[in-house]
């Protein structure tokens, strides 16, 4: 790196004092010595100027210049004498030149070092001048703000003077406003509170008013209604009076004749001898007499009826029944959405002859004294979705005491839900539980067994109403009954019922049914 250039001039002025100082000397050197001294002075002013390039070429010059002092003689031809044949005084010349030299630029070493300490200073004092230049500067440049901000103050007293001023006269403006407000304000106040008054009169006068208004329209509505009630009560009693005794009046009575061929259902090729009589058939009459009840109370109804039958056979006269048959029903309804039955039912009929073993008639008839007791609900969660539950009880007692192990009990819970179409059809998935309990045990190869049970049934249901008159109800599902002894009787398997009601006129009814139960025993 090059010095600046306030470096070079001093480096130059340096050079120029040492020139200086080398012409100036008291004793002149003779040739050979000034050759010698202005090589030194180059060394110095190289040394000086701090340029290793100087301090190199005056070096390789002061060389030569040994060189060409041994070389070349006083007469100016070129000897070639070989440095180890040369004079031992000249060797020892140059070693003490060398040494001189040697002296001479620790000397300027030392110069060196003090020029540099002087320009070090010198920078220092011209930095120290900056600085007092720059405070110089700034001093000025604050006593200029200071003057500056002083005029500023001035003119802020000035200012806050005046608004001072303006402030006193706006306070006492506000004050003689505020004083003036308060006299309106309680003026305004005292005419509210004569207005407030008044209006509290004539709202006490219109309030009493309107409440005997009030009042006389209300005692006369009340008048009005409890006479227009009672005229309703009244039509209500005499319309259910006239209903009952109508349906009391109503008592039905029938008269019936039926021939039967085969009245045991014993196969075609028996000998009806075995039955001790000459044929199969007979001819039976039934008479019935009985009434129904069907009583509306506001959004419930009530339902019941008795019937008594009384049947005679001309020829197996043991077969001959004084039963009945009676019913009893609430159709209960809360609100819109939930309404369902509580009913008990009671029959007394004679017990199907189909079921005598071995094609031989019991030689007593079997009597059979069926009763339930049921109670369901149905409520519409949605639009379109239905929940329908049920709880029941059905018990059987038979008369012919062959028959009366099979008495039973049995109570059963249904639930069912079931998606409503917009045409009331019905589609719906069941689930029936089942314990039936049988209190007369059955006597099989000498030892007595219960042949209680629990009987599971999922099923998929079906309402459907093909057309006006025409209706399809169908169950599909899977049943399990297993008895608790007796596990051998234990048995699963599909089971599909379909009824088709037909209905053409409001007497005509037909109804087929079809069932395929298929068993499985486990």
């Not at 005029?151 to 806050?160: G, K, L, N």
């Not at 039926?258 to 008479?287: E, Q």
């Not at 998935?429 to 049988?438: A, C, F, T």
């Amino acid at each position: 790196m090059e010095p600046s250039s306030p470096e070079k001039s001093d480096n130059g002025r340096l050079i120029d004092e040492a020139l200086a100082a080398t012409e100036n000397d008291a004793h002149p050197p003779d040739g050979k010595d000034a050759a010698r001294r202005m090589v030194a002075n180059r060394l110095l002013a190289a040394l000086a100027s701090g340029n290793l390039e100087h301090l190199e070429r005056a070096r390789e010059a002061f060389l030569h210049q040994g060189q060409d002092e041994n070389l070349v003689p006083s007469n100016g031809k070129l000897n070639t004498i070989p440095k180890e044949e040369a004079p031992q005084s000249e060797q020892d010349y140059l070693r003490k030149e060398e040494a001189a030299l040697r002296q001479a630029e620790l000397e300027l070493e030392q110069r060196r070092a003090e020029v540099q300490a002087a320009r070090k200073k010198a920078e220092a004092e011209a930095d120290r001048r900056r600085l007092e230049e720059a405070a110089q500067q700034r001093a000025r440049a604050e006593e200029q703000r200071l003057a500056e901000l002083e005029a500023i103050r001035r003119q802020a007293e000035a200012a806050t003077s005046e608004r001072a001023r303006k402030e006193q006269l706006l306070n006492a403006e506000t004050e003689a406003l505020r004083k003036s407000e308060q006299e309106y304000l309680k003026a305004i106040a005292d005419a509210e509170l004569r207005l407030r008054a008044l209006e509290e009169v004539c709202r006490q006068a219109g309030s009493e008013k309107q409440k005997r208004a009030e009042r006389e329209q209300w005692l006369t509505a009340e008048v009005e209604g409890l006479r227009k009630a009672e005229e309703e009560q009244l039509g209500r009693i005499e319309a259910i009076e006239a209903r009952v005794l109508k349906q009391l009046e109503a008592r039905h009575h029938a008269e019936t004749a039926t021939r039967d061929d085969n009245v045991f259902r014993i196969s075609s090729g028996l000998d009806p001898a075995a039955l001790g009589s000459s044929s199969k058939g007979d001819t039976y009459s039934t008479t019935s007499l009985g009434f129904n009840l069907d009583v509306p109370v506001s959004r419930q109804r009530f339902q019941g009826g008795v019937t008594w039958n009384k049947t005679r056979y001309d020829r197996f006269t043991i077969l001959n029944l004084d039963g009945h048959q009676g019913r009893g029903i609430w159709l209960w309804q809360v609100g819109n959405d939930i309404s369902g039955q509580l009913g008990y039912t009671e029959a007394l009929i004679l017990a199907s002859l189909a079921n005598v073993q071995s094609g031989l008639r019991s030689s007593t008839p079997n009597f059979l004294t069926i009763r339930r007791t049921f109670l369901n609900a149905e409520y519409m969660l949605t639009p379109r979705w239905l929940l329908r539950g049920e709880a029941g009880r059905l018990k059987l007692s038979n008369e012919a005491l062959e028959r009366q192990v099979n008495n039973s009990s049995t109570d059963s819970v249904d639930l069912t839900v079931s998606y409503v179409t917009p045409a009331s059809n019905q589609n719906g998935l069941s689930v029936r539980v089942e314990d039936g309990r049988l209190p007369n045990r059955q006597l099989v190869a000498g030892d007595l067994f219960d042949n209680s049970y629990r009987q599971q049934n999922v099923a998929a249901v079906t309402e459907w109403t093909l057309t006006g008159s025409s209706h399809v109800s169908a169950r599909v599902g899977w049943l399990r009954r297993s008895y608790a002894q007796l596990p051998q009787r234990d048995f699963e398997g599909s089971t599909f019922q379909a009824a088709y009601d037909w209905r053409p006129t409001g007497k005509l009814r037909s109804r087929g049914n079809e069932q395929m139960p298929r068993w499985q025993m486990r």
